[in-house]
């Protein structure tokens, strides 16, 4: 295909797979007698961040459900013939989205009374499953301790019409990636659940890989019902970890940002290098211009030094990014020319979560913030 600016970003379909497995294999292993193993949703909202959701559909065929947010989302993975639930993870937005709730047979989260009364109000020709949302701490979505027993009673008495048939419980949790960070969340869900019949779905990602017992725990109402976990992050190899890496769980990457050096300065020692001299020469320097800027999704505020990947080696951002290009040191690199690639983050280059952590963001960012200007490719291995 014809490419007139040398920036591409790469989708590993192979590494997606490998991911998914990797976390199944992960948080399904040494299971007593007392746990199961857990059900998979993938996440794949902000278009399976920034991968597409057709690669999504296709790398996560082994998952047991999707779960995303946008309805244009949903109805793509079902364009593209996937079968298996899927999970609405802010719930549904006005009454009249129930008609897409029924058409695409999907399974919303409910986490508002007026959403329960929307229930009430549709004619269904089946009934749906619904995922009842608590708030333990996170602020966002879901019912409070003092409604939520109300909330599940309303949605009981839409059982009894037909309108519901499962409901799960669920919760997110603000703190997972911290040790001790589900222990008072999940006391509290646990107050409010445990006399109630139903399965459960509780993990994110951080929660998946540091408290994976959590994921494994079978409720003693669920009847049978396997957990449901919600890994995101770690399924594109990057980790929600500050403290542990992708590659320690050994996850990988899945999306390579590269591009090329489009010219050479040779510049002199003292001389200020980019806008605002951010960066001046402590020695003659042979400086490369790369085809990346913060307009395709790099971070502008990645500051001097932050590791960039050429020819297997890592050399380093020197000066302020720009919109459509970046500078590099290359003094101790003189077979690089014009032409040769360059990997920002991903496959032969440096992680993104080291890109993200050096620019004071995190890899989700930098992975659904890939500009839609920079051309897209799926590589099969």
Known sequence: DHMPRPILATIHLEALKHNLVNVRRYISANLSLHETAPSIWAVIKANAYGHGIENAVLAFAQADGLAMLDFDEAARCRAVGWCKPLLMLEGFFQAADLHEVERLTLTPVVHRFDQIQWLGQHMFFQPIDVYLKSNTGMQRLGFVAADYALAFKQLQALQAAGKVRHITHMTHFACADEPDGTNLPLREFDNVTSHLPGGESI????????????????????EGTPNWVRPGICLYGSSPFSDLTAASFSLKPTL????????IQQVKQGLGVGYGHRFIAPRDMRIGIVSCGYADGYPRHAPDFTPVGVQGQLTDLVGRVSMDMLTIDLTDLPSVQVGTPVVLWGQNGPSVDTVAQQAGTIGYELLCAVAPRVKHQVSHV
């Open 203 to 222: 993990c994110n990602s951080a929660a998946s890989l540091r408290h994976c017992s959590l994921a494994k725990r079978l409720r003693p109402r669920a």
């Open 256 to 263: 390579t940002l590269s591009a090329e050096v489009i010219a």
